[in-house]
């Protein structure tokens, strides 16, 4: 058995470097294509924040463990959880985009993991009643009946 050293020419390594290349660039594209068709599971799906309280001035609406408290305690646990399902639900639609407007009931919204909290703004007419976020620049519309399931007293 000869130890016969296989010798390639400039071509023919330029070649192999060629195709290496190319197969690299097959790969990244065919791996990619996957990855991107690939169905988020439901165990990595994202969460959206979840409300911990609402400052609505007076009195606020908190989380305490597993349960939620008013400060004025004149609320039922039903009336608190509805406030706060319409309001998680608020947050996380996306709203009309508006101009500024500084007039109306400030509110603050904490959501956990998050240190400060949505500034919304509550303004009342007389059939109707708007929110406005400005910090994102959205707002939302409801006629006046729905007003005690995102504001339980009159203002």
């Known amino acids: 058995m000869s130890s016969d050293k296989i010798e390639l020419s400039q071509r023919q390594w330029l070649n192999i470097i060629i195709i290496s290349i190319s197969v690299m660039f097959f790969l990244f ?84 993991g998050q240190a400060a909290p949505l500034v919304i703004k509550l303004q009342i007419g007389t059939d109707e009643f708007h929110i406005y976020w400005p910090e994102q620049s959205r707002s939302y519309q409801f006629p006046k009946t729905l007003l005690a399931g995102y504001y339980p007293e009159k203002i």
């Open 29 to 112: 594209v065919v791996l990619g294509n996957k990855i991107n068709q690939a169905p988020i599971s439901s165990n990595m799906s994202i969460k959206p924040y979840q409300i911990s309280r609402i400052d609505f001035g007076e009195f606020e609406f908190s989380r305490d463990d597993q349960a939620w408290l008013d400060t004025n305690k004149q609320y039922s646990a039903q009336k608190i959880k509805s406030t706060l399902l319409n309001w998680q639900q608020l947050i996380s639609q996306p709203g009309q985009s508006y101009s500024e407007n500084s007039l109306g009931k400030t509110l603050l919204v904490y959501l956990e």
